[in-house]
């Protein structure tokens, strides 16, 4: 038996991951050891390293393990896998660590795109080399050597019919805060072009392009929320808190995207697998 604990933001649910991880998780544990069955927590936002720089942003590959992890906590599990909190955020996107070429290409041409931004985007993806294969993630694939020079740009890895540009992985070999300062810039120029694509593309264009734009824009929560419910309705928790002093300034976008979240817990989960906090 395996549990999930999701959470937005450490702030939001301090409180109640304290109580999760220190009273109720060696409780239940304590119920179930004579009838040998494990109690596992898995906290997949356990907060921050050094120099208060979360988990992601110290190495953008990990969001695959996290993804990866649900499945072994559902195929774990005889009962519930994933704990859902969700506050008023739906915290920031991640650095993409695939992008197919296409989109690559247009953020590359947007006209806000700086001659040394460019530069930073070249120096740190590069376009995929081997036989395409890798399984799906997020909207990314499972590409091998990624951290491989760009020589061998000529063999195309592909996901479906898209070849893709992927995020060495020379960071790891970088001191922490050195790599902090390209990942910020990096992640600025990116979550900058695609929202502009997302809003200036034409709608002859539109469906597929914008969907795989789109899906690069989804936050860590998204993906793993989507995830869960890819793999089961009936074995999913929710918590959503709803603060009462609502900010109107909230980026409207943002809070449309949580908005439809939410609704898609509801509509999917019983009403007994989900609460709200006021």
Not at 26 to 32: D, G, K, N, R, V
Not at 126 to 148: F, L, P
């Amino acid at each position: 038996m395996k549990y999930l604990d999701l959470n937005l933001t450490i702030e939001e649910f301090c409180q109640e991951r304290r109580m999760l991880l220190e009273l109720v998780g060696p409780e239940l544990q304590s119920i179930y050891d004579d009838r040998q069955i494990e109690i596992e927590i898995v906290d997949m936002h356990f907060g921050t390293g050094p120099l208060n720089i979360i988990q992601v942003e110290q190495d953008p590959y990990i969001l695959k393990d996290y993804l990866h992890e649900i499945e072994t906590c559902y195929n774990n599990s005889k009962s519930v896998f994933f704990l859902a909190l969700i506050g008023d955020n739906i915290g920031p996107m991640p650095l993409p660590t695939h992008i197919d070429e296409d989109i690559y290409t247009a953020i590359l041409q947007q006209t806000q795109t700086s001659d040394d931004e460019r530069n930073l985007l070249q120096k740190w993806y590069i376009r995929a080399q081997g036989g395409g294969g890798g399984g799906v993630v997020g909207g990314e694939i499972d590409t091998k050597n990624a951290n491989s020079s760009s020589s061998g740009s000529d063999q195309n890895t592909t996901v479906g019919t898209h070849i893709q540009y992927v995020l060495k992985q020379d960071y790891r070999s970088m001191l922490l805060e050195h790599w902090h300062e390209e990942y910020v810039k990096l992640h600025d120029v990116i979550e900058r072009s695609l929202r502009c694509i997302k809003e200036n593309t034409s709608q002859a264009r539109a469906d597929d392009f914008l969907q795989r734009v789109q899906n690069l824009r989804a936050t860590q929560l998204e993906r793993e929320v989507q995830r869960a419910l890819e793999l089961s309705n009936d074995k999913i928790l929710a918590v959503f808190r709803e603060w009462s002093s609502q900010l109107s300034t909230k980026n409207v976008e943002a809070g449309e995207r949580l908005r439809k979240m939410k609704d898609e817990l509801t509509m999917n989960l019983s009403s007994d697998n989900y609460t709200t906090l006021v």
